[in-house]
């Protein structure tokens, strides 16, 4: 037996489009596979490291998680850039090329209305934080204990009207914000907000979305981006990107 | 790149940020086109991971200082409770066939726990 390896897919690329000259995982040269008028950028990778037993072990490896990921999402971002790709989602892998050529043409004709898509569009990462002051509710210091029962139940009831319409009104300007974003968007989507305790900053995440943006209308999208942050000078608004489609990539017909 | 800022500079990043572990791990985990392998890693193993390197980064500052967070609220987790039950079965097992095999050198005669002869 000669030294095994996998068919490692990072992306759905044009048959014509050219491949980067990006290394692959484990520095492994990228090769395309062509389907016709659809490209798969693959690269061998060892079967002794991504046969399913031990690419269970290495996922709970964060060192190897984040070289393997990082690396995939380069290579991803590396296609998208010298044309349309489809980004697939991390360790897709297959016992050879062969049996990635019959998996993919089953859906190739999916595919490449999926590319029509996304060509000539990034995705652009937009996450929306409430403002620090927001974290501390104006709730008055109530040293004075309740007379009666019924004046503890009014209070109460006003305490949660009040963080009640705290959180409408969050809700409200998110919603605001991910409209504003749309209106110069092709496609959008909100992914859930991210936890605030472990996102290092203290401020709840309102807004977590992503944007498929047509490339000519990049200024204009970052522009309506500063725009609302001049509108909201006491939240924060960041923006990353651009990004290869990954959230627009599902074979959605 | 420097646009014309329309007002004072805000003290938000119209300039994007470079893309942080997390942002990356929650695109190429949890987004991008899946499509089935012929190496089997399910949405079931990725919900177990985010699971696991929860627990591998046990302190919160830890996990800060690389910028992970985004298993807190992942879609995928919350399908994943619904089957906790079915997984802890499962886990259960494994830790069971996993004790075995530690303690199958050491014969059981003198062993504490009786749980598992009561059948």
Redesign the interface.
Known sequence: MSEAS?TY?YG?TRAAAPLPEEPGVDDRPLRMLRLGALGAVVSDVPAAE???DA??GH??D?GW??RV??R??AV?QACHRAGVA??????????DDV?AEQ??AE?AADVER?LDRLDGCDE??VKFFDSPASQSPSAPPEPTPSTSGADYLRRRQAEMMRSGEAAASAAVRADSVYRALAKHAVADTR?????P????RREPMLLNA?FLVRRADT?TF??A???L??H??E?????????AP??F???TG | MTSPAHRAPAPMTNRPEPAGLADVLERVLDKGMVIAGDIRINLLDIELLTIKIRLLIASVDKAREMGIDWWEHDPTLSVAERDVAAENRQLRTRIAELERQATGSGQLDSAPEREETRE
Not at chain 1, 86 to 93: D, K, N, Q
Not at chain 1, 191 to 195: E, L, V
């Open positions: 996998l897919v759905l991504f046969a399913e690419l269970r996922f709970e964060l998680l984040e990921a990082r995939h999402d991803v489809m980004p697939l989602r991390l360790a897709t892998i297959y016992v049996s998996r993919l859906i999926t652009w990462g992914h859930r907000p991210q936890d305790k472990l996102a290092g992503a200024h970052r522009a981006a500063a725009e942050a001049g909201h000078l939240e924060a608004i960041v923006l990353t990107g651009p990004w990954y959230s990539a599902g074979t």
